[in-house]
């Protein structure tokens, strides 16, 4: 699940860094360099993980399911969070300067 979640975000952050213009003057880059960091980790241990309980890989219980969607959720608020504050370093419109 938290492959799939990450890999969500990083084709999302991927087409909007691709399609807007704006998006590329804010950073977005940053998300999708983040994001598919972040894919190819879980991918990765998806891997290992299945070779190590091979078929019973594929039937995770409920329990494990919602902890992998919060685990998903919060890499993908944490790569906000990081994002957000790399854009306020930056200041690409110099708003915190004026």
Known sequence: MTLLITVFAAIFSTILWYVNEKARFLKIGILCYEFWGASLMWFVDAVYE??????AYFSPSGQDMLNDTF???S???????IWLIILLLKDPKHVIKK
């Open 50 to 55: 299945y070779l190590e309980f091979r078929e």
């Open 71 to 73: 685990l998903g959720l």
């Open 75 to 81: 890499v993908i608020a944490l790569g906000l969070i």
